[in-house]
Structure formats: structure tokens, C-alpha cells
């Protein structure tokens, strides 16, 4: 879980973002 720090706040909520266009691409999931 040490990872997840390394990340800064910026690029966590980036990847964030990211995960949700990928999920409206996939309604499945």
C-alpha cells in the first residue's frame, strides 16, 4: 500500500478520471 503515497494527489485523481471514461467505454463492468 506504500504505492498508493508515492502517488500525489493530482495523478491518483487523474487515474480516477481515466477509470471512469474507460468504464463508460464498458457498461458492463
Do not use: T
Not at 498508493?4 to 471514461?21: C, D, L, T, Y
Amino acid at each position: 500500500m506504500n504505492k498508493i503515497n508515492k502517488f500525489s494527489p493530482e495523478v491518483r485523481e487523474r487515474a480516477v478520471r481515466m477509470v471512469q471514461e474507460h468504464r463508460g467505454d464498458y457498461p458492463s463492468l
